[in-house]
């Protein structure tokens, strides 16, 4: 069984900074992609930044050159630096690992969530 737990949110001022961690646990995968989502109160989930197993990144326009989102393959862990944060980054935070199974099926995994908050 395969579970993600992501850590370190918080409440934060603007401007100010945070960073995200996510850790996969279980085996018998290999992860294709990582990626952070986040779903505001009252808005639909949205694509944050997305890293790749080749180390392509992809970054909301909202929030490029801002966050930084790393990834280590190897421990099952991704990482999402965030910088000069707004109020409208509030919202909970999600990591999500596109992985394969060994029987070559593709299959998404989902952590639990952690908030973020900005105050203004």
């Known amino acids: 069984q395969v579970r993600l737990v992501e850590s370190g949110g918080g409440l934060v001022q603007a401007g100010g900074s945070l960073r995200l961690s996510c850790a996969a646990s279980?085996?018998?995968?290999?992860?294709?992609?990582m990626a952070w989502y986040r779903q505001a109160p009252g808005k639909q989930r949205e694509l944050v930044a997305q890293i790749t197993s080749g180390g392509r990144t992809d970054y909301a326009e909202s929030v490029k050159g801002r966050f930084t989102i790393s990834g280590d393959i190897a421990k099952k862990m991704v990482y999402m630096e965030m910088n000069s944060l707004k109020p409208e980054d509030t919202g909970v935070y999600y990591c999500k690992f596109a992985t394969r199974n060994l029987p070559g099926n593709f299959r998404d995994y989902w952590g639990q969530g952690t908030q973020v908050t900005v105050s203004s």
């Open positions: 279980g085996g018998g995968f290999s992860i294709n992609a």
